[in-house]
């Protein structure tokens, strides 16, 4: 066990997997000498050569190509998008290509080895294009695992296991927490498994789900919510593509209430898709409407972020609403 | 390069280039009436090479043909023909080992014939029966075979390009003595993907051949309303790429082009681009009609380019075949790919289970009760849906 941060724990989970996985090369922009605009592929050029970890033109579409057909030879391919509000002109090759690679062929061709790596999520300063959140349009496509870690230690099992996983993954790294959570992180090599989501605090009243930055939110407003005597159950989702119903309808067969946190924006997020499975699942167990507590409709706005974001004091509030219903 | 500006040669009055200062010239062997020219540099060929291309040509001319007609019969949903690009397609693939790996963009049939995949295989796919490989999943002529090392077909065009780089890439990084190959449309190379695809080839130094197929349209939109510089050759250049341009319906042209362009790749750990000019003389596919966007007479002219003939008159020069045995052939394949239709078409389709198969690695449990939820549908109503029903 070791104090870091979530980069360093990323950086960690890389050369990990580089130094098992003759095969493995990582690529993007700006990530080889340099070590990544954010310092995640820090030293992996060093170690491990030009060749398996470079610069690739500014061609987020090439990337997602080029990584495509790398994986599809046998490689494992890990590739970053700088920022997720730059994964757009790859969207093609994400959604037609890379989801579809085994089922197009008849499992003939897939491209398992491919994991696309890129920051996520607001509360930077960042604005409409280093502040998105966009989960959701990659949850619609069948093919695809999505995934998002909320803490160091998280992140290292979660990446390592995204890397390895015979499924191409998007692994949406926090932004807002790559320096800023620090944690206890194990040493050497471990996999958290993926599709499976993780109760972080057992509670009688209500469940609070959230994934990666917004963690740390939704807890603190149930810490709030238990000082005024409500029992909070909270759960980390961690995969969103494919997401673990049985852990959530379990804890809401038991809670009888639901509130899911998301920055993303409400309308088309994910959570109206687990909102719309949760009550068919436990229609009868619910004492409340589920409840979600998301981004604003409306592009990521610079000066008024800290309005929009589904916050500390929103999800209180959503909290007491829920119990009190 | 970061200093180039500080080292480039300068001039002192103002000078443009355009698109005629790059001279791009077409490289061609074969004449008309099927002689080389008297200073042209033959490509590594001999017969059993000659026969194997021209059985090739023979088996795609009928499976063409017989295939559009099946189309028209209402027998497949879709058809493509390579007619008139036999040449480029074929040429090019001969030129390759079977360990290269094929990226094509939809009208490559040929290639995978050349490489071996059966008539049956053929059939199977564009009926979507129970042997098709690709389980029924894709229109007619999305074909792929990982053991003639043909990558499954993707409607989205040029997707392939940066695909291509980066399977190239793997062979380097491997140490395989092996290229990538990729075609594409002049249409396709519109998009950002040509773009990405070449320029990271270029720079990433991958050993990869980009086999434009410029056959003038793009579906309807001809060439002079897809692009206003000089072709596609030209760009190769400007990525610092080694580029040929050549005539695509002579074999042997781009037979030679593609034979070096392959020893160059493997070489310098380097892609290289040919352009090979040539007409689609068929529809796009057995969805349009020509006719509205081109006149008979240009079709007629370029009729008189046929690549199969010219290149069967060489073979007929060269005491190789003979008009018999071409006729002989013709009719072989006729009859093979007719009999084939017939088993293909009776074959039930792929069993209802295998919906949920492949879109990861193993079904999800939601996906599995989708499935279950609906066979059970199914078994209620089994008359909306008789091609699964009885069958679950």
Redesign the interface.
Known sequence: MAQMNMLHAINEALSIAMKADERMVIFGEDVGHFGGVFRATSGLQEQYGRERCFNTPLTEQGIAGFANGLASYGMTAVAEIQFADYIFPAFDQIVNESAKFRYRSGNQFDVGGLTFRTPYGGGIAGGHYHSQSPEAYFTQTPGLKVVVPRNPEQAKGLLLAAIRDPNPVIFFEPKRLYRASVGEVPAGDYQIELGKAQVVKQGRDITVLAWGAQMEIVEKACERAEKEGISCEIIDLRTLAPWDVDTVAKSVTKTGRLLINHEAPLTGGFAGEIAATIQQECFLSLESPISRVCGLDTPYPLIHEKEYMPDELKTFEAIKASVAF | MSNAPLTNETVHRVSFLDKASLHIPILRILQADGTTYENAVLPVIDKPLADKIFDTCVFTRVLDERMLGAQRQGRISFYMTCTGEEASIIGSTAALDKDD?I?AQYREHASLRYRGFSTEQFMNQMFSNEK????G??MPI?Y???ELNY??I?S?LA?Q??????????????GKRNV?ICYFGEGAASE??F???L??AA??KAPVIFFCRNNGYAISTPTEEQFAGNGIASRGVGYGMHTIRVDGNDMLAVLAATQQARAYALEHNAPVLIEAMTYRLGAHSSSDDPSGYRSKDEEAKWQQHDPVKRFKLWMINKGWTNEAEEATLFERYREEVLAAVKVAEKLPIPKLDEII?????KP???LKKQLKELKEHINKYPKAYPKSAGRL
């Open positions: 790996v990226l098709d490989l690709g389980k999943r894709q999305h792929g075979s990982r990558q499954t993707s989205p997707t390009i940066p695909q291509a780089t980066g399977v190239a890439y793997g062979m380097k990084l491997q990538a950002g993907d773009h990405a695809g320029n990271m720079v990433l198969e492949d879109v990861l690695d999800t449990p939601a």
